[in-house]
C-alpha cells in the first residue's frame, strides 16, 4: 500500500536551514504530483509547494516563495523541501503528501521547530 | 487567495446524534472542488469526501457532503464514538489551496 515517511525535523535557530525528506513507497512518485503541507501547533493545514510528476512544473505559497525548495528524485522514490531563513512562524509538523488537488495519502509528519 | 471559514467553531454533540458543519468560502469555489477531511490527536488529515459530495475510499456512509458555490456541509448522520474529531474543509478550485481553521466535534 501506499506509504510517505518523512524525516529531517528538528529544532533549528532562526535564520537557520533545514531539509527535510520524505520516502515513498506503494506507488511510482514519477506518475504523481506531490505536495507539502504544514500544520502549526493548534492551527489547521496550510499548503506550502507542490511538483509535478517530472518535477517541471512547481508552485508555493507566498509565505515560503524564494525561502524553500522542493524537489524531488524519481529514481529513489524520495521527494524534498529545502528551507532556509527559517523563522518563528515555520514551526510546524510538515506532511509529505501525494496528489496536487485533494490529498487522501499523507506521511506521519515531522515536526520543525525554529527558536532561539 | 479563497478563505474558508468553518462554523462553528466547537460542536457538541452525544454519540448517535447528528453533526452538521459548514464551510463558508470568500468566493465561489469553481466546479466544486472542495474536500473534508478528519484529524485526531497526533494523526495526520484523513480524507472523507472530495468534489464536495464524493466519499473516498471506505469512508462509511454516515459521512456525506453538500453545496456549492461558496457554501458547503459536512454531515455526520449518526455520531460513532470514533468521529469525535477536529474536521477541516479545503479548496482546490484556486491557488493557493487553502484549508479552513476546523471544526472539532466533541463529546457532549
Known amino acids: 500500500q501506499v506509504q510517505l515517511v518523512e524525516s529531517g525535523g528538528g529544532l533549528v535557530k532562526p535564520g537557520e536551514s533545514l531539509r527535510l525528506s520524505c520516502g515513498a513507497s506503494g506507488f511510482t512518485l514519477s506518475d504523481d504530483y506531490m505536495t507539502w503541507i504544514r500544520q502549526p501547533p493548534g492551527k489547521g493545514p496550510e499548503w506550502v509547494s507542490f511538483i509535478s510528476g517530472p518535477g517541471t512544473s512547481i508552485y508555493y505559497a507566498d509565505s515560503v516563495r524564494g525561502r524553500f525548495t522542493i524537489s524531488r528524485d524519481n529514481d529513489k522514490n524520495s521527494l524534498y523541501l529545502q528551507m532556509n531563513s527559517l523563522t518563528a512562524e515555520d514551526t510546524a509538523v510538515y506532511y509529505c503528501?501525494?496528489?496536487?488537488?485533494?490529498?487522501?495519502?499523507w506521511g506521519q509528519g515531522t515536526l520543525v521547530t525554529v527558536s532561539s | 487567495e479563497i478563505v474558508l471559514t468553518q462554523s462553528p467553531g466547537t460542536l457538541s454533540l452525544s454519540p448517535g446524534e447528528r453533526a452538521t458543519l459548514s464551510c463558508r468560502a470568500s468566493?465561489?469555489?469553481?466546479?466544486?472542488?472542495l474536500a473534508w477531511y478528519q484529524q485526531k490527536p497526533g494523526q495526520a488529515p484523513r480524507l472523507l469526501i472530495y468534489?464536495?459530495?464524493t466519499r473516498a475510499t471506505g469512508i462509511p456512509d454516515r459521512f456525506s457532503g453538500s453545496g456549492s458555490g461558496t457554501d458547503f456541509t459536512l454531515t455526520i448522520s449518526r455520531l460513532e464514538p470514533e468521529d469525535f474529531a477536529v474536521y477541516y474543509c479545503q479548496q482546490y478550485g484556486g491557488s493557493p489551496r487553502t484549508f479552513g481553521q476546523g471544526t472539532k466535534v466533541e463529546i457532549k
Open positions: 468566493q465561489s469555489v469553481s466546479s466544486s472542488y
Open positions: 468534489g464536495a459530495s
Open positions: 503528501v501525494r496528489g496536487r488537488d485533494y490529498y487522501g495519502h
